[in-house]
């Protein structure tokens, strides 16, 4: 069983679409549009790339299938962390160190263009700083250590080590054996932020078409995409849809679309608790994910909403059963104070996971074998809204004629999963179970 990615059925609104404010239509394709990039995807992953193209004068049009911001990017959890879903290590040991620090200084960068962005077009979506990676075992804690030291010595990065005594000064909760603070993270409004990014584009001159999802293309010296009720025709092609991949007619898409596993995961929003009670949950207001394979995260929204994730489901279509009842019991776990607070909303989304939970960015070779006219980023594997950032600066650049970035990603492998469709998620689930027994101790 695949998850049916384009079905709105699938994915229950989410506190972000209830608190987004007024949002800009955008019309659907129909005839033909000439263009010099086509961008197929409104999440975050187009829209940077689009927007960075846009603002080098180039005339850009970007498809999206439901509306802006419908997919993960407009309904995450909100965490800004400067790092690649695989971590350093996996990096290093696929590229080397020289490679690995340079996939290292575009996630910071990624996590600046972040800020940036909103700062350049006034984008208002609640940005805070601060991010705490925390442990719930002394093991985890061990894990910490280790990565702090590893981040001073390799990367340039201080972070700040929270030990057990001192972490209620940070998380109201007796859960955590330390935690590191990471300055340089924080959190903001996914959707608020999607969809100022959208704004920017078009204000930049690029055009968008919602309800407009790509069916197919045809390579050539343009290529011509269908998409929604008409064809767009441009110079190059750009493939940014997330686990929207295998809805693509072809062997290209369906090939790239076997490296990723779609995986639900899923989040609760509390009713606003009152200012003390938040004051005492999370006192700074930084954002906290623990370090397990299948983690908690969370943090307070502006209007004070214990806005809690977790879990994952690999195994079928839509909303498991009883998902936000399971959140509410790990929530309480955290936080045994939240166990009267009524929960406003319940939802979730779909991440696109590599099977070593790299990036997977690249070219498609044309018919003669050379590289082509159409690129990709996929494989965000759950932690997106900087590497979109950083997908975002290398595609353009490659767009452009500087390859030289994407061409370091491209030296990754990103194998398929095993199982195929039918198989793929079960396989997955099973090692994933192994994982998170090993997480208890
Ligand atoms: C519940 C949840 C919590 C998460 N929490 C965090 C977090 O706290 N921090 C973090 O860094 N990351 C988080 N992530 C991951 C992050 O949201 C994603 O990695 C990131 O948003 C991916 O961006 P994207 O543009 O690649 O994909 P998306 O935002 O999914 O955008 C892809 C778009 O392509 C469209 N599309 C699909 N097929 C087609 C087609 N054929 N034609 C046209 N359009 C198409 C889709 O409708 C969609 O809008 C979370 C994800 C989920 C689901």
């Not at 909303?319 to 045994?336: C, D, Q, Y």
């Not at 595609?395 to 195929?420: H, I, K, Q």
């Amino acid at each position: 069983m695949s998850i049916s990615y384009l079905s709105d059925r699938a994915l229950p609104p989410s506190y972000y679409e209830a608190s987004a404010g007024k949002r800009v239509d955008y019309p659907t394709l129909a005839g033909s549009v000439d263009c010099d990039v086509c961008v197929a995807g409104g999440g975050l992953a187009g829209l940077h790339t689009a927007l960075n193209l846009a603002e080098q004068g180039l005339r850009v049009v970007l498809l999206e299938a439901h509306r802006v911001g419908w997919g993960a990017s407009g309904r995450n959890g909100g965490h800004v962390i400067p790092e690649f879903a695989c971590g350093m290590k996996t990096l290093e040991d696929a590229l080397g160190n020289d490679a690995a620090q340079r996939c290292w200084t575009l996630a910071q960068e990624g996590a600046e263009r972040v800020r940036q962005r909103i700062a350049t077009f006034g984008i208002d979506c609640d940005y805070r700083v601060g991010h705490i990676e925390a442990a719930v075992t002394p093991r985890h804690a061990g894990h910490l250590r280790e990565w702090q030291e590893r981040a001073g010595r390799l990367y340039d990065r201080k972070y700040r080590y929270i030990d057990r005594a001192e972490m209620r000064q940070f998380v109201g909760s007796d859960r955590y054996h330390g935690g590191l603070l990471d300055s340089t993270g924080g959190h903001l409004h996914p959707l608020r932020f999607t969809l100022g990014m959208a704004r920017a584009l078009t204000a930049t001159g690029g055009m968008i078409f919602e309800n407009s999802a790509v069916q197919s293309w045809q390579d050539g010296a343009t290529v011509a995409v269908r998409a929604g009720g008409g064809e767009i025709r441009a110079k190059t092609l750009v493939l940014a849809c997330n686990v929207g991949m295998e809805s693509i007619a072809g062997s290209e898409p369906q090939r790239l679309a076997r490296r990723i596993l779609p995986v639900g995961t899923w989040i609760i929003a509390t009713a606003p608790l009152a200012d003390a009670l938040a004051d005492e949950l999370l006192p700074t207001r930084a954002a906290v994910a623990d370090n397990r394979v299948v983690l908690d995260y969370f943090r307070l929204s502006a209007d004070n909403r214990m806005v809690f994730g977790g879990g994952c489901s690999y195994l079928g279509e839509g909303t498991p059963a009883g998902f936000a009842e399971s959140l509410r019991n790990g929530m309480i776990k955290v936080f045994p104070q939240l166990a009267r607070t009524p929960i406003d909303f319940q939802w979730g989304g779909v991440i696109d996971i590599s099977m070593t939970r790299a990036p997977d960015f690249g070219r498609l070779k044309n018919a003669s074998g050379k590289p082509g006219n159409v690129y990709y980023a996929q494989g965000f594997s759950g932690s997106g809204l900087v590497a979109t950032a950083a997908a975002g600066r290398v595609l353009a650049e490659a767009v452009t004629g500087d390859s030289a970035n994407l061409d370091m990603f491209m030296r990754l492998t990103n194998l398929p999963f095993p199982g195929g469709p039918m198989l793929r998620g079960p396989l997955t689930a099973a090692g994933m179970l192994w994982a998170r027994l090993r997480d208890q101790f």
